[in-house]
């Protein structure tokens, strides 16, 4: 009986680890197992390689080496950034400014933030934040505004840099969520103007586990778990391999970055192109221009979304229904709802995200298998 072919279109949620990273964690899996903090030879080596992570992760974000700290991943980062700043700065304000189609590792952090205020901001039907309604929800409380650069669902890049500017004015400081957008866009910290950025690894062909947050200097910051690791600010014996992984991943991505967004928008395009040419009543959810080069999210009128990745998994064709973080169960988008989706709508839609790795074939193959699927 011939297998299945594999083609995976869930590169949102993860990605595969490269050769190349693979192999420069492999002696610190092994071989150069001592903790980086011991005084010894053997530790000092595993801090040194911890030390070349961190700069070469610096300079891609054009931050000084301080300002980068390590952490298990995207989702501490975000709390690092959300609950660290409300801590440290909860005695001048207790007013937080979030976007609707946040992360849930930010949405359900300031649901924690016990006497705090949260402003979630709407989006229109692209999911773009408004530069005016930032404006009328800030206070003379607000202290942090978070808004992420591009979104994970739909795609949609936000202006970053006016955000930070506005936030600025008041004397707010402001983070954004940078998990998605790394892989493809200009990460330059300056340039965008923040106070502190998310990133992580697993989204850039790296390994899990492992992510950091830029801390621009002299930013406040309660450490969530204290202790004398990364500069104070996140506690605990690091990750030596997962960092020297990350490290190398950052490393590629600054030489490929631009060849491999103009690889995988050509074949999102087509695949979006072939799909609603094709198909009837077919739409494309938020944005179809300012977006993430590898993202589509598709409604499908014929079909609910759990039927049509069911039916696709048995196929070998693997997408999702929105963010991993939230997908165990499959429940209604919160970011399709808030860019005005109807229930049904949100019932009946896929996210198909796409890597430069995906061939041609590969999305034919799946276009003729989601005709058969729809109808």
């Known amino acids: 009986m011939k ?44 801090r040194i390689a911890i030390d070349n992570a961190r700069e070469i992760i610096a300079n891609y974000l054009n931050s000084e080496i301080q300002e980068i700290i390590f952490t298990s991943g995207g989702t501490e980062s975000n709390n690092i950034a959300i609950q660290g700043v409300a801590k ?23 649901q924690m933030l016990e006497d705090f205020d949260i402003t979630y901001l709407p989006v229109d039907k692209n999911g773009f934040v408004s530069p005016k309604s930032l404006k009328k929800a800030i206070r003379k409380d607000t202290i942090l505004i978070s808004i992420m650069h591009a979104n994970s669902e739909i795609g949609t890049i936000q202006d970053i840099r ?22 493809y866009l200009d990460i330059n910290v300056v340039d965008l103007g923040v106070d502190l950025l998310s990133f992580g690894s697993h989204k850039i062909y790296g390994p899990k586990g492992i992510g950091g947050l830029y801390i621009k200097r002299s930013t406040p910051i309660v450490p969530l778990f204290p202790g004398s690791s990364e500069y104070g600010v996140r ?52 944005n179809t221009s300012q977006k993430l080069p590898h993202i589509t999210n598709i409604y499908f009128p014929n079909i609910d979304t759990e039927s049509m990745l069911i039916n696709l998994d048995m196929h070998g064709i693997y997408a999702s229904a929105g963010s ?11 970011v399709l709802k808030a860019i005005g989706l ?18 041609r074939d590969e999305l034919i193959k799946t276009i003729d298998i989601i005709k058969n699927i729809h109808g």
């Open 324 to 334: 991993a973080c939230s997908s165990l169960s499959i429940e209604p988008s919160h």
């Open 88 to 110: 440290a700065l909860k005695s001048k304000g207790r007013h937080i400014i979030v976007s609707k189609i946040e992360h849930d590792s930010i949405l359900k952090c300031v």
């Open 235 to 286: 506690g605990g014996t690091e990750n030596v391999a997962g960092i020297v992984g990350f490290g190398k991943a950052i490393e590629i991505l600054s030489r490929q970055r631009n060849e491999r967004y103009k690889k995988v928008k050509i074949l999102r395009d087509f695949f979006e192109k072939e799909i609603i040419e094709t198909m009837k009543g077919i739409e494309i959810n938020g």
């Open 3 to 46: 297998s299945k072919q594999n083609i995976y279109l869930d590169n949102s949620a993860s990605t595969k680890m490269l050769e190349n990273v693979v192999n420069a964690m492999l002696p610190y899996l092994y071989d150069e197992f001592a903790n980086p903090s011991s005084t010894h030879t053997l530790g000092q080596r595993s």
């Open 342 to 359: 109807s229930s049904s709508e949100i019932k009946h839609s896929v996210r198909f995200s796409l890597s430069e790795m995906n061939t």
């Open 162 to 183: 006016k955000f930070a500017d506005i936030a600025h004015e008041g004397n707010i400081l402001f983070h954004t969520d940078a998990i998605q957008s790394i892989k």
